[in-house]
């Protein structure tokens, strides 16, 4: 899982109640990635930033919202808005500059709402 | 629009006997390729990638892959699957011209190595 931390692990909210889920790496990295995982469904990107400051949506950003506001950390933020949010979560990063750089990812936080 | 397929959800092979796990994609440009495993509960390892040069790919844990431009396939292999390479696995590309954009990932092929 490289130098990317996310915390923690397993996560249970209540309906209703935002919850933010943590990305830190350590690899100076300049992009970082949300992702979420659904049985079946793969890989759907979330939001996603390549420098400080910025950040895009991807495929699935409603719902969610995040901040880069340091190169190391990129939180993601679950609101209620999203219909549902349960899942798996996967944070990733890697090196700007170029196209052929591999991602890295973090250990993932399981996200349970009920 | 960059595009990848795998074809196969699942995977069945018997330990000790070659693996294939079959991955095509769609670019506009050239493409970077990546493959990925993933283990139950655990983020996603980079086996390895193709960005240029010699066509097949070498990378970690015994795995090799190959890229044919003409058929845009990018499988990957290895000559004897061990019991612990049961893991589901993810093709990935990225259009060369396209700079630091996300990767874009298939839905995944889930290998059974069978004892």
């Known amino acids: 899982d490289g130098g990317i931390t996310q915390s923690p692990k397993y996560l249970f909210r209540k309906e209703g109640q935002n919850v933010t889920l943590s990305c830190e790496q350590n690899l100076n990295h300049d992009a970082m990635y949300w992702y979420r995982q659904d049985p079946g469904q793969g890989l759907r990107l979330i939001y996603y930033?390549?420098?400080?400051?910025?950040?895009q949506k991807g495929d699935i950003a409603e719902g969610y919202s995040v901040s880069r506001e340091k190169k190391e950390s990129f939180p993601l933020t679950v609101t209620s808005a999203q219909k549902n949010p349960t899942a798996f979560y996967l944070c990733?990063?890697?090196?700007?500059?170029?196209?052929?750089?591999?991602?890295?990812f973090g250990p993932g936080t399981r996200l349970t709402v009920t | 629009a960059q595009s990848v397929a795998q074809p196969e959800d699942q995977v069945n092979v018997a330990e000790g006997n070659p693996l294939t796990v079959k991955c095509t994609y769609s670019v506009s440009g050239n493409p970077y390729l990546f493959w990925y495993v993933q283990y139950p509960n655990r983020g996603l390892q980079f086996l390895l990638k193709y960005i240029t040069g010699d066509n097949l790919v070498k990378g970690s844990y015994g795995f090799e892959a190959e890229f044919n431009k003409s058929q845009t396939s990018f499988h990957l292999k290895k000559p004897s699957a061990l019991v612990s390479d049961s893991a589901l696995y993810f093709c990935?590309?990225?259009?060369?011209?396209?700079?630091?954009?996300?990767?874009?990932f298939g839905k995944g092929t889930r290998l059974s190595v069978i004892a």
């Open positions: 990733a990063s890697n090196q700007g500059g170029g196209s052929s750089y591999e991602q890295y």
């Open positions: 990935a590309v990225r259009d060369m011209n396209s700079g630091n954009t996300p990767l874009v």
């Open positions: 930033s390549q420098i400080v400051n910025d950040f």
